[in-house]
């Protein structure tokens, strides 16, 4: 069984540098229009799909997807609190926020009145043991960041050994109790 991660599409805030974490944010005009000259890889086409029911989620899943989508609250984006809606270079500016690059984290990092990454991924497990079928996964960028630093190994404490980027999908498959990469990310396809 394998899911694949897709972040959501770009947004006003994503423009602008703000931080969204559950502000239910919708996708721009503009990429909304980009979206719809691309689809899901054909092998692909007939997985699950499981959604964030955030609406730029929501949105990315609709004009990608050809099969019904299901949504899941436990896949909203991570509670940035205090920090949700600034601009990260503000925050960097002001010592007294708090904030730091996720590299900086570590599993238990949490923004004030947040979520930490540890936090998240028990919030998320519980939905991804239930999957049966390979399932694309719409959400956000903190979901496949958790997800791929358990296949990575990687503990949100230093340069994250990947990158991610958008209209790609992150492919893994269940390994014991956790997750592995397979394969390269593969890019969503021309209409």
Same mark, same amino acid.
């Given at each position: 069984?394998?899911?694949?991660?897709?972040?959501?599409?770009?947004?006003?805030?994503?423009?602008?540098?703000?931080?969204?974490?559950?502000?239910?944010? #919708?996708?721009?005009?503009?990429? $909304? *229009?980009? !979206? /719809?000259?691309?689809?899901?890889?054909?092998?692909?086409?007939?997985? =699950?799909?499981?959604?964030?029911?955030?609406?730029?989620?929501?949105?990315?899943?609709?004009?990608?997807?050809?099969?019904?989508?299901?949504?899941?609250?436990?896949?909203?984006?991570?509670?940035?609190?205090?920090?949700?809606?600034?601009?990260?270079?503000?925050?960097?500016?002001?010592?007294?926020?708090?904030?730091?690059?996720?590299?900086?984290?570590?599993?238990?990092?949490?923004? #004030?009145?947040?979520?930490?990454? $540890? *936090?998240? !991924? /028990?919030?998320?497990?519980?939905?991804?043991?239930?999957?049966?079928? =390979?399932?694309?996964?719409?959400?956000?960028?903190?979901?496949?960041?958790?997800?791929?630093?358990?296949?990575?190994?990687?503990?949100?404490?230093?340069?994250?050994?990947?990158?991610?980027?958008?209209?790609?999908?992150?492919?893994?498959?269940?390994?014991?109790?956790?997750?592995?990469?397979?394969?390269?990310?593969?890019?969503?396809?021309?209409?």
């Amino acid at each position: 069984m394998r899911i694949a991660l897709l972040r959501h599409g770009r947004t006003e805030w994503n423009e602008a540098g703000r931080l969204q974490g559950r502000s239910d944010i #919708p996708v721009s005009d503009s990429e $909304r *229009e980009r !979206l /719809a000259t691309l689809a899901l890889p054909p092998e692909w086409t007939d997985a =699950d799909i499981l959604s964030s029911p955030l609406k730029r989620a929501r949105e990315t899943a609709d004009i990608l997807a050809k099969n019904p989508i299901r949504e899941d609250a436990s896949l909203i984006e991570l509670n940035l609190g205090d920090w949700e809606g600034k601009r990260g270079v503000d925050l960097l500016a002001d010592p007294a926020s708090g904030y730091r690059h996720v590299e900086e984290w570590g599993w238990d990092g949490r923004p #004030p009145n947040g979520e930490t990454p $540890r *936090e998240l !991924l /028990a919030r998320i497990n519980p939905v991804l043991a239930g999957l049966e079928r =390979d399932t694309v996964i719409v959400s956000h960028i903190n979901i496949m960041r958790v997800l791929l630093a358990t296949a990575y190994d990687w503990h949100f404490d230093g340069e994250m050994p990947f990158r991610i980027k958008r209209n790609r999908l992150y492919v893994l498959r269940r390994e014991g109790s956790g997750w592995a990469l397979d394969g390269e990310p593969v890019r969503l396809v021309a209409r």
